[in-house]
């Protein structure tokens, strides 16, 4: 195979090792975006099934919860995405 020495082939990786982890980081991402939709849910019946004081102020921290997990959410998978 004396023909074959000349010439460049290029080096193509189907999977690399920055490609695993980001799709590792965009699995856990994912995970937990769910699990704070999940647990927006979960205090959500939980406060129009129980009456307390402060049934408000908890529903009030659950969803700056949730829109803090998607917001921080969105920058780090473009950051991610940028790496």
Known sequence: MDFLEGINTPDIKLFGLNTVFQLLFFVVLVGYVFYA???????????????????????????????????????????????
């Open 37 to 83: 939709f999940l647990l927006t849910l979960r205090v959500r019946i939980l406060a129009d099934t129980v009456s307390v004081k402060y049934s408000k102020i908890v529903k009030s921290v659950t969803i700056v919860h949730i829109v803090v997990a998607l917001v921080g959410g969105f920058l780090a998978l473009i950051l991610i995405l940028l790496a």
